[in-house]
């Protein structure tokens, strides 16, 4: 039995939540959970073995590591941990690098048809293990970053989802991480000493726009420390009647709309003050955690 860390109390919690705030887990299920040997997926399969013990509903998990037989593959590293730790496990076998580095040329990036690849086979092991759902390991860190790459460079408003039916309805996908925050993860991979895989075995370019991204928010944090809780936040609460959707909210049938419209929801005032104010106060956080937190921090 492993002692608990306040590191490990504190993304148990967290993750207990977003399973429960998305409904994630249910009684009988299997879960695949993906492991790539990055801090990410050691740490979601470690936690879920918690949460596991503890629930009381009653699920299974299986590890599956894809080896995609990238050069320098260290093949012996997850088998011997998942076998330490008696954790049920499949490793899958496929040469993708080879057709990943056959079909793109050098200098270009790998990620797209090797994403695709590694997803279809994934998919396709979930169904032939008759697991319910596939754990991934993004975190809130992922959420937010993905969110602002599809603001600034797609034009989307989304993020990822903390949970999602593939289109042909064969699978579930779950993020459990989806509350915690990389740098959380990262230091209890260190506490932990996971046997951590290098990600650049395959030789791919960085993604420059999530580096952009990642420097963006980590700049912006040294201005206003709570950015992440606050963009986190801001994800669980939309106002469809405030962006310019109108799939999200019928502008169209806005008179009759109108109508129907409870007292006390939204007012004219309130949106005039916010147009005319230029203060600081007219855009502060409405939710009580993150002022409580804002407010220790400025003491
Ligand atoms: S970084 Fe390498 S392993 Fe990951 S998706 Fe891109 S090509 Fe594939």
Same mark, same amino acid.
């Given at each position: 039995?492993?002692?608990? =860390?306040?590191? !490990?109390?504190?993304?148990?919690?967290?993750?207990?939540?977003?399973?429960?705030?998305?409904?994630?887990?249910?009684?009988?299920?299997k879960v695949m959970v993906c492991l790539?040997?990055? !801090?990410?997926?050691?740490?979601?399969? @470690? /936690?879920?073995?918690? %949460?596991?013990?503890?629930?009381? %509903?009653?699920?299974?998990?299986?590890?599956?590591?894809?080896?995609? !037989?990238?050069?320098?593959?260290?093949?012996?590293?997850?088998?011997?941990?998942?076998?330490?730790?008696?954790?049920?496990?499949?490793?899958?076998?496929? @040469? =993708? &690098?080879?057709?990943?580095?056959?079909?793109?040329?050098?200098?270009?990036? &790998?990620?797209?048809?090797?994403?695709?690849?590694?997803?279809? +086979? /994934?998919?396709? %092991?979930?169904?032939?293990?008759?697991?319910?759902?596939?754990?991934?390991?993004?975190?809130?860190?992922? #959420?937010?970053?993905?969110?602002?790459?599809?603001?600034? &460079?797609?034009? *989307?408003?989304?993020?990822?989802?903390?949970?999602?039916?593939?289109?042909?309805?064969?699978?579930?996908? #779950?993020?459990?991480?989806?509350?915690?925050?990389?740098?959380?993860?990262? !230091?209890?991979?260190?506490?932990? *000493?996971?046997?951590?895989?290098?990600?650049?075995?395959?030789?791919? *370019?960085?993604?420059?726009?999530?580096?952009? #991204?990642?420097?963006?928010?980590?700049?912006?944090?040294?201005?206003t420390p709570f950015i992440r809780q606050?963009?986190? =936040?801001?994800?669980?609460?939309?106002?469809?009647?405030?962006?310019? @959707?109108?799939?999200? &909210?019928?502008?169209?049938?806005?008179?009759?709309? +109108?109508?129907?419209?409870?007292?006390?929801?939204?007012?004219?005032?309130?949106?005039?003050?916010?147009?005319?104010?230029?203060?600081?106060?007219?855009?502060? =956080? *409405?939710?009580?955690?993150?002022?409580?937190?804002?407010?220790?921090?400025?003491?």
């Open positions: 039995m492993q002692t608990e =860390t306040k590191t !490990k109390g504190k993304l148990l919690k967290k993750m207990g939540r977003a399973i429960e705030d998305f409904s994630m887990i249910a009684e009988g299920d790539s040997g990055g !801090k990410d997926s050691y740490t979601l399969l @470690d /936690l879920l073995l918690d %949460v596991q013990r503890r629930a009381p %509903v009653k699920f299974e998990i299986l590890a599956v590591n894809l080896d995609q !037989k990238q050069p320098d593959f260290p093949e012996e590293v997850l088998p011997n941990y998942l076998t330490t730790r008696k954790v049920p496990h499949r490793i899958v076998e496929e @040469d =993708t &690098y080879s057709i990943v580095t056959a079909h793109i040329p050098e200098g270009k990036t &790998y990620c797209s048809l090797c994403s695709r690849l590694r997803r279809g +086979i /994934l998919y396709n %092991v979930a169904v032939e293990e008759k697991c319910t759902k596939i754990a991934l390991g993004h975190h809130g860190d992922d #959420i937010i970053a993905t969110f602002l790459m599809n603001l600034f &460079y797609v034009g *989307q408003l989304k993020a990822m989802p903390p949970i999602l039916r593939s289109d042909d309805g064969r699978n579930t996908i #779950i993020r459990p991480l989806a509350y915690c925050q990389e740098a959380e993860i990262a !230091k209890y991979s260190e506490e932990q *000493q996971f046997p951590i895989i290098p990600c650049n075995l395959c030789g791919a *370019q960085p993604n420059l726009k999530r580096a952009r #991204i990642k420097r963006l928010i980590n700049e912006l944090e040294k201005e606050t963009m986190m =936040t801001a994800l669980t609460n939309v106002t469809g009647s405030h962006l310019l @959707d109108n799939e999200l &909210y019928d502008f169209r049938n806005f008179e009759p709309m +109108i109508k129907a419209i409870p007292a006390g929801h939204g007012s004219v005032e309130k949106e005039l003050d916010e147009v005319f104010d230029h203060s600081e106060s007219a855009f502060a =956080t *409405q939710n009580p955690t993150i002022r409580t937190a804002a407010a220790e921090l400025v003491q």
